[in-house]
């Protein structure tokens, strides 16, 4: 019977460093793993539990409360995030010759984008963990939700964004009431800024991958898949990354979810899209290494302009272990593909979203996406947002 196990809180027994497994307790507040000098990961004690224990009456992120890692539900802070739609886009299916195409819209979320799942989920463990003060270093979306979520909480936040930002992600965030910095460069240089600030005031440091919890939020993405699709997986599902939180915590999804026999392989073959102003991921997946000449700039995608991941391995094995691809798309591609799904589908896609869309046509063209396969396509952003 659905729901027979309802409330029965968080499974989570430890955290491990993604590289040499080492544990680490998730009782007190945790950075990256100090071995290995790579992100953390939570653990849940899995064994002899089913799916069922789903909260199927909350229509949030939150449904999922058994695999995340908050131990006692007052800590959580929600805007009700989550559980966004999947839609089929028949007509753009038609147009490019092939028999499904989805598309998972997290442009609906509390502050437009995906990132209020991993925000929800980072500010409501800092909660439980007693941190007052935060810094996040952005490229815009996380920026805000990491304000909007403070607000909410009550913990100040400082926010570190690129000078080129959008005129709205940098109003969002002042209207949260949170501590707007702007500097010349890329997310990287922000970095360094929230390392300054973190290291000289005590402000707990929110960057990608660099604390445990963020990608326990972008990990429903793949839970919620997987529940809309009934549990069969799409074929390919097409993601736009820059730190990587979305592509590793779907696929961490998929595979606590195999876990508890919720699913059964093969799993989707996971598309890594990038733009060619800043592409490292793609360089690494192809080559191995930057190019000399690397030159990262930045994209109309700004999510998709971060030079230097933090987890540049862990996305390399959910590439390999899907059998999945690296790609980048132009910044024209991307401005036309906004333009066109807009027009096929009436909907305005983040340049990210549609970035996704650009790089299925290329898939298709080469042969490595076939018409037959179902394929996702996931919009982590609102459109309305890069004004
Ligand atoms: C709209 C959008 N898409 C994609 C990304 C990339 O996020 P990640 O690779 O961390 O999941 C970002 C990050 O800023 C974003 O704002
Ligand atoms: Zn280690």
Redesign the pocket.
């Known amino acids: 019977m659905k729901n027979q196990q309802l409330n029965i809180g968080t499974l989570i027994t430890h955290l491990v460093c993604s590289k040499c497994n080492a544990t680490y307790s998730h009782q007190i507040v945790q950075t990256f793993s100090t071995c290995c000098n790579v992100p953390l990961s939570a653990v849940y004690n899995l064994n002899n539990q089913t799916i069922d224990a789903i909260n199927t009456s909350d229509y949030t992120m939150w449904r999922y409360q058994f695999v995340l890692p908050v131990i006692d539900p007052v800590n959580i802070v929600s805007l009700n995030e989550g559980f966004t739609p999947i839609s089929q886009l028949k007509k753009l299916a038609h147009q490019l010759s092939i028999d499904s195409l989805y598309l998972k819209d997290e442009a609906v979320n509390p502050t437009g ?3 209020a799942r991993g925000l929800s989920m980072g500010v409501s463990k800092a909660k439980e963990l007693g941190i007052k003060q935060m810094v996040i270093p ?5 920026g805000g939700a990491m304000s909007a979520y403070c607000a909410k909480a009550g913990i100040e936040a400082t926010v570190i964004m690129p000078k080129h930002t959008a005129d709205t992600l940098k109003e969002e965030c002042r209207l949260y009431g949170a501590n707007l910095i702007q500097i010349d460069g890329l997310i990287d240089a922000c970095g360094k800024k929230a390392r300054e600030i973190a290291a000289s005031t005590g402000a707990f440091d929110m960057s ?1 991958m660099k604390e445990p919890y963020r990608l326990e939020g ?1 990990k429903t993405l793949g839970y919620e898949i997987a529940e809309q699709f009934n549990w069969e997986l799409p074929d390919i599902i097409v993601y ?8 590793i915590g779907i696929w961490k999804a998929f595979k606590e979810l195999i876990t508890m026999n919720a699913i059964k392989g093969p799993l989707p073959k996971m598309v890594l899209v990038q733009s060619v102003e800043c592409s490292p991921m793609v360089h690494l997946f192809n080559n191995g290494q930057l190019p000399e000449n690397y030159t990262p700039k930045s994209s109309a ?4 302009a ?1 030079p230097y991941p933090f987890a540049t391995a862990m996305m390399l094995d959910v590439l390999r272990e899907s059998n999945g691809i690296a790609l980048t798309v132009s910044e024209k591609e991307m401005e036309d593909g906004v333009e066109e799904i807009a027009e096929i589908e009436g909907l305005l896609l ?1 340049p ?1 979203g549609a970035a996704t869309f650009r790089a299925t046509q290329q898939l298709l063209k080469i042969g490595w996406a076939k018409s037959t396969d179902k394929i996702l396509l996931v919009n ?2 609102s459109w309305y947002k890069y004004r």
């Open positions: 984008s995906f990132k952005t490229a815009g979306n996380a990608t972008k736009p990354a820059g730190g990587g939180t979305g592509l995608a700004l999510g998709l971060v983040s990210e982590t952003g």
